[in-house]
Nanobody, 125 residues
Protein backbone atom coordinates (compact mmCIF):
# COMPACT_ATOMS: atom_id res chain seq x y z
CA UNK A 1 0.00 0.00 0.00
CA UNK A 2 1.34 3.40 -0.99
CA UNK A 3 1.09 6.09 1.68
CA UNK A 4 1.43 9.79 0.89
CA UNK A 5 1.75 12.67 3.36
CA UNK A 6 1.87 16.28 2.17
CA UNK A 7 3.41 19.17 4.09
CA UNK A 8 4.60 22.72 3.53
CA UNK A 9 1.33 24.52 2.97
CA UNK A 10 0.88 27.88 4.67
CA UNK A 11 -0.31 31.44 4.15
CA UNK A 12 1.87 33.70 2.00
CA UNK A 13 1.56 37.00 0.21
CA UNK A 14 1.13 37.35 -3.52
CA UNK A 15 4.47 37.04 -5.33
CA UNK A 16 5.91 34.80 -2.65
CA UNK A 17 7.17 31.23 -2.84
CA UNK A 18 6.46 27.95 -1.12
CA UNK A 19 7.78 24.42 -1.44
CA UNK A 20 5.38 21.57 -0.83
CA UNK A 21 6.67 18.14 0.08
CA UNK A 22 5.03 14.74 -0.24
CA UNK A 23 6.58 11.94 1.80
CA UNK A 24 6.10 8.62 0.02
CA UNK A 25 6.16 5.19 1.58
CA UNK A 26 5.31 1.77 0.23
CA UNK A 27 6.11 2.66 -3.39
CA UNK A 28 7.91 -0.54 -4.26
CA UNK A 29 7.27 -0.41 -8.00
CA UNK A 30 9.89 0.57 -10.56
CA UNK A 31 7.35 2.21 -12.87
CA UNK A 32 4.84 4.77 -11.65
CA UNK A 33 3.83 8.36 -12.01
CA UNK A 34 3.01 10.97 -9.40
CA UNK A 35 1.22 14.28 -9.51
CA UNK A 36 0.14 17.38 -7.67
CA UNK A 37 -3.48 18.45 -7.69
CA UNK A 38 -5.36 21.29 -6.08
CA UNK A 39 -8.96 21.88 -5.18
CA UNK A 40 -11.07 24.83 -4.16
CA UNK A 41 -14.41 24.17 -2.41
CA UNK A 42 -17.18 23.77 -4.95
CA UNK A 43 -14.80 23.11 -7.85
CA UNK A 44 -13.32 19.99 -9.40
CA UNK A 45 -9.86 18.82 -8.46
CA UNK A 46 -7.34 20.34 -10.87
CA UNK A 47 -4.16 18.58 -11.95
CA UNK A 48 -1.24 20.98 -12.04
CA UNK A 49 1.94 18.91 -12.44
CA UNK A 50 2.96 15.29 -12.86
CA UNK A 51 6.16 13.30 -13.16
CA UNK A 52 6.87 9.67 -13.96
CA UNK A 53 9.58 7.27 -12.86
CA UNK A 54 11.62 8.14 -15.97
CA UNK A 55 11.52 11.84 -15.15
CA UNK A 56 8.99 12.89 -17.82
CA UNK A 57 7.10 15.97 -16.62
CA UNK A 58 3.89 17.75 -17.57
CA UNK A 59 2.41 21.01 -16.26
CA UNK A 60 -0.93 22.69 -16.45
CA UNK A 61 -0.90 25.96 -18.38
CA UNK A 62 -2.01 27.78 -15.24
CA UNK A 63 1.26 27.01 -13.43
CA UNK A 64 3.75 26.41 -16.24
CA UNK A 65 6.80 28.61 -15.70
CA UNK A 66 5.95 29.29 -12.04
CA UNK A 67 5.78 25.83 -10.45
CA UNK A 68 8.38 23.06 -10.59
CA UNK A 69 7.76 19.41 -9.77
CA UNK A 70 10.65 17.21 -8.72
CA UNK A 71 11.36 13.98 -6.90
CA UNK A 72 14.16 12.86 -4.64
CA UNK A 73 14.18 9.08 -4.81
CA UNK A 74 16.81 8.81 -2.08
CA UNK A 75 14.50 10.67 0.31
CA UNK A 76 11.29 9.12 -1.07
CA UNK A 77 9.87 12.60 -1.46
CA UNK A 78 7.97 14.46 -4.15
CA UNK A 79 8.25 18.25 -4.23
CA UNK A 80 6.36 21.15 -5.72
CA UNK A 81 8.27 24.42 -5.80
CA UNK A 82 5.80 27.25 -6.22
CA UNK A 83 7.08 30.71 -7.19
CA UNK A 84 5.34 33.95 -8.13
CA UNK A 85 2.26 32.83 -6.23
CA UNK A 86 -1.06 34.47 -7.00
CA UNK A 87 -4.28 34.68 -4.96
CA UNK A 88 -5.89 32.29 -7.45
CA UNK A 89 -3.36 29.64 -6.39
CA UNK A 90 -5.18 29.43 -3.05
CA UNK A 91 -6.40 25.85 -2.64
CA UNK A 92 -5.94 22.55 -0.88
CA UNK A 93 -3.00 20.82 -2.54
CA UNK A 94 -2.81 17.04 -2.86
CA UNK A 95 -0.16 14.66 -4.07
CA UNK A 96 -1.16 11.44 -5.76
CA UNK A 97 0.41 8.33 -7.24
CA UNK A 98 -0.47 5.72 -9.81
CA UNK A 99 1.51 2.54 -9.35
CA UNK A 100 2.43 0.28 -10.95
CA UNK A 101 2.22 2.01 -14.29
CA UNK A 102 4.37 2.40 -17.40
CA UNK A 103 2.12 5.12 -18.80
CA UNK A 104 3.24 8.69 -19.27
CA UNK A 105 2.26 11.09 -16.46
CA UNK A 106 -1.24 12.46 -16.60
CA UNK A 107 -3.14 15.15 -14.73
CA UNK A 108 -6.43 13.29 -14.81
CA UNK A 109 -7.44 12.64 -11.20
CA UNK A 110 -9.31 9.42 -12.02
CA UNK A 111 -6.07 7.87 -13.27
CA UNK A 112 -4.51 7.97 -9.79
CA UNK A 113 -5.05 5.27 -7.21
CA UNK A 114 -3.29 6.69 -4.14
CA UNK A 115 -3.86 10.10 -2.54
CA UNK A 116 -2.53 12.12 0.36
CA UNK A 117 -4.68 14.05 2.80
CA UNK A 118 -3.80 17.50 1.45
CA UNK A 119 -2.08 20.66 2.65
CA UNK A 120 -3.65 24.14 2.52
CA UNK A 121 -2.02 26.97 0.58
CA UNK A 122 -3.44 30.47 1.00
CA UNK A 123 -2.13 33.40 -1.04
CA UNK A 124 -3.21 36.87 0.01
CA UNK A 125 -3.11 39.93 -2.23
Amino acid sequence: QVHLVESGGESVQSGGSLRLSCAVSGLIYSYYYMGWFRQVPGKEREGIAAIDSDGNIVYADSVNGRFTISQDNAKNTLYLQMDSLKPEDTAMYYCAANAPSTARPTMVADEYNFWGQGTQVTVSS
